[in-house]
């Protein structure tokens, strides 16, 4: 019983050795094997032995682009002002050999490499420079990370400056200076909204005064037009008056003449009509020769018939 028990548990051992030897390798990983303590292949995704006892896994290295982020640093500006900044580095590993030998920490190395980087860039420039300047200073951080992080097997991809942090005594004058700017522009807007108030006024009055002056002109013109076409037609009735009254009177010259009147006839009747015309206010009647004759013949006519 003694054998058969040790045969099984030997069994059970070579069974757990076998299954700790067979190795599978997830999507975005790589490992490091090592054979008695020296590199031997990396394993890429999928299934692998190891030789039991002799190979081991020495780096498990994850190949996704992974995100770092650094507490802030301190850092002196050119015009020697201390300020705080932290930035977070974007790194892939290419090379997980590289990765795993090296360097020992490749974390710490980075965050380190990454201070003395920013700290050399921000001393070349001013305080103001610094503020505007963020994508500047995150190429040229990217730049100097990625050449010297090229030998560790990573590959830095971006990095950014989280924050800048000024000291307290910074920071009250630039949102003073920053409330004056505000308050300046406003001013500025303010008065320009005024002027194009003025502007749109002056320009409403005088097209009100346009539009006044067309409407009396207009109104003149009008007038005019109404006052000549009154003369037309006070002129247009005074010559149809005239010509009524001189064809009733040509009217009864041609009656008289078709009744056979004859020419002293005619003349009576223009004594007549010197005779109304006398009738009244005339003081005086200048007769012609020619009616002079009838006059007497006038008054023994007027005998006869009474």
């Not at 058969?4 to 548990?9: E, G, S, T």
């Not at 008695?36 to 190949?63: E, N």
Request: charged residues 25%; hydrophobic residues 45%; contains cysteine.
């Amino acid at each position: 019983m003694g054998g058969i028990f040790a045969l099984v548990v030997i069994l059970i051992l070579i069974i757990v050795v076998l299954c700790s030897c067979i190795k599978i390798v997830p999507q975005a990983h790589a490992y490091v094997v090592e054979r008695l303590g020296a590199y031997q292949q990396t394993w890429s995704v999928g299934l692998h032995i190891k030789v039991p006892f002799i190979d081991k896994v020495a780096k498990r290295v994850i190949l996704k682009e992974q995100v770092v982020d650094f507490a802030p640093q301190p850092v002196i500006t050119k015009d020697n002002v201390t300020m705080r900044i932290d930035t977070v580095v974007f790194f892939q590993i290419t090379d997980p050999k590289l990765f795993a030998y090296g360097v020992e920490n490749p974390i710490m190395a980075i965050e380190n490499l990454t201070a003395t980087t920013l700290r050399n860039i921000i001393g070349e420039m001013e305080l103001d420079q610094t503020l505007t300047s963020r994508e500047v200073i995150n190429t040229k951080m990217r730049a100097s990370l990625d050449i010297a992080t090229d030998p560790w097997g990573i590959k830095v991809n971006r990095v950014e400056l989280k924050n800048i942090i000024p000291p307290a005594a910074i920071q009250d004058a630039m949102e003073k200076q920053m409330k004056a700017e505000r308050e300046r522009r406003e001013a500025i807007l303010r008065a320009e909204g005024e002027k194009k108030s003025t502007v749109l006024v002056a320009e409403g009055n005088k097209e009100s005064a346009i539009l006044e002056a067309e409407a009396e002109k207009q109104s003149a013109i009008l007038r005019a037009e109404a006052q000549k076409e009154k003369m037309i037609r006070e002129a247009e009735g005074e010559a149809e008056a005239i010509l009524k009254v001189q064809k009733a009177t040509a009217d009864g010259l041609r009656m008289i003449r078709e009744a056979g009147a004859d020419e002293a006839v005619l003349k009576l009747k223009s004594l007549e009509a010197f005779e109304k015309a006398a009738d009244g206010q005339a003081t005086k009647i200048i007769v012609p020769s020619e009616i002079q004759g009838l006059a007497g013949m006038a008054a023994s006519l007027k005998e006869v018939w009474k």
